[in-house]
Antibody, heavy 124, light 107 residues
């Protein structure tokens, strides 16, 4: 069974750093790109970042570019989101999701499955 | 960036009804449009990809159509488990964007 499980969330002060991890199982991890999507309390879905299967391409939303770094360890089947200079508006549940293909850009394309998410609260 | 606008934002309907949700893109995205269902406290679930292809295991009462810049998600014969929030997503290019969501509630 394909499974994703996020960890690393918590309460952090503005300006602080936090690293989220997503552990994958049940599929050939290196052959899939992986993404992070967040959802602020009571709000909709916001794409954050995507990394290709070979980790040779990464994409970031403008709202996190320069502050967040996405990387993966294909030997451990994990993808991690290092979040720096955190702001109050980064508060959200962060989900990791498997992308249909390795390159991160393919046709057709989709995110499936998604992990249950980990909650990040940025507050003083 | 490609903007996606869903309508309506809120929809009230009854069991057995047929409902349609529209997603309009700010530019042509071919068929790079995906639909997700999300229930409170749960992760989103893939329903339809490539605008009209039903994900395996998704009931046949769900259907999608459209291409270019206008897309629809239709649920024919609403069931109690269908009351949720629905999001469209474009994967034509980065940054990937989502519609603002349509909340479907029981009338």
């Amino acid at each position: 069974e394909v499974e994703l499980f996020e960890s690393g969330g918590g309460l952090i002060q503005p300006g602080g750093s936090l690293t989220l991890s997503c552990a994958a199982s049940g599929f050939m991890f290196r052959t899939y790109a992986m993404s992070w999507v967040r959802q602020a309390p009571g709000k909709g879905l916001e794409w954050v970042s995507t990394i290709s299967g070979a980790a040779d391409r990464t994409f970031y939303a403008d709202s996190v570019k320069g502050r967040f770094v996405l990387y993966r360890d294909n030997s451990k089947n994990t993808v991690s989101l290092q979040m720096n200079s955190l702001r109050v508006d980064d508060t959200a549940i962060y989900h990791c999701a498997r992308v249909r293909c390795s390159s991160a850009s393919c046709s057709p394309n989709w995110f499936d499955p998604w992990g249950p998410g980990t909650r990040v609260t940025v507050s003083s | 960036d490609i903007q996606l606008t869903q309508s309506p934002s809120f929809l009230s309907a009854s069991i057995g009804d047929r409902v349609t949700i529209t997603c309009r893109a700010s530019q042509d995205i071919s068929n790079f449009l995906t639909w997700y269902q999300q229930k409170p406290g749960r992760a989103p679930k893939l329903l339809i990809y490539a605008a009209s292809r039903l994900q395996s295991g998704v009931p046949l009462r769900f259907s999608g159509s459209g291409s270019g810049a206008e897309f629809t998600l239709t649920i024919t014969g609403l069931q109690p488990e269908d009351f949720a929030t629905y999001y469209c997503q474009q994967l034509n290019n980065y940054p990937i964007t989502f519609g603002q969501g349509t909340r479907l509630e029981i009338e």
